[in-house]
């Protein structure tokens, strides 16, 4: 088990399935089991996959003032979430909307409310820093402080870039600078395997990782000097691909925690996630660490080892 501190955006997300993207305009259509609300966003999914592996989480976002800490934690899910650290600092809880069809098209609305403009209690960071093995942030204004205290002390720092652009890159260039590990939701209009290499040598980034949905990853090891592209693996129908990045990036710093290689957590990460998109919600389908060894067993090593399957099932 490891100590992480986790800190980023958590929202409020309304997930729509549709016909076809783009949707094709009626005043009204009636859906059946196809819309679902439950909380999301990079800090929640990626805290929420690691406590199911098994990890110490303290979980660090901000909400709105009137937000229920009870979405975070419903009575049908085994995993909990310790909210002493979901501060109520914002006027609303940030939101999203995203539409997707059968061809895994999406489209996606969101609206960050105030949370450019609100700051963390950083006397609530302070004395736990010491404890955390590693620190995973995403691009908000409020984790720019934590990103600070992290450095003061000598923390490993993971970033989760949400929508980076080429404009927006001197807006994240001092977590890119401070980042050990960085994952890219996607790189468009430019060379994705160019793109890895140069900004691991241009900010001294250990391990890169861009996201391509459908299409896989790809993952870039500076110390290695290997940059390699990744296909998904597929173990079942895909219901929603809404949180996998999430997933994927939780699951590899899971495992690159415990010391295994780049290669050998992102091969876990991919399965990991190939589960995780065969329920609806950002926040369902994830695994345990017995699970998943137990899974990973049985497709890459159906002869393999029968502890992993015998615990599994404890």
Known sequence: MSKFIIAGITQLETIVKVNKIPIEYKSFTALNDAIHTSAGGD?????????????????MTVVGRDQSMGVFNPPDREVTLDTKYVLPLMNETPMEVMFFDENREEQTFEDLKDIRDVGYEMSLVDPIMDKAEM?????????????????DHNKKLAVKIHSFSREKEKYNADFLSAADIVFFSDVTDEDPF????????????????????????????????MTVHYDPVRTGKVVNTAGAGNALFAC????????????????????????????????NGFMTEAQLEHWESLIWDPRGNKDIAEKADK
């Open 194 to 225: 160019a793109f890895a290499q140069n900004m691991a040598k241009k900010y001294d980034i250990k391990l890169i990782i861009i996201g391509q949905g459908a299409d896989g990853l790809i993952l870039h090891d500076e110390v290695k000097n």
């Open 43 to 59: 800090a929640f999914n990626i805290s929420l996959a690691l406590k199911w592996l098994g990890d110490d989480i303290d979980f």
């Open 135 to 151: 620190v995973v942030l995403s691009n908000a204004n409020f984790c720019r402080p934590i990103m600070h205290l992290a450095g």
């Open 252 to 283: 590899f710093l899971h495992y690159i925690q415990k010391g295994l290689e780049a290669g050998d957590a992102i091969h876990k990460a991919l399965l990991f996630t190939s589960n995780k998109i065969g329920y609806m919600g950002t926040s």
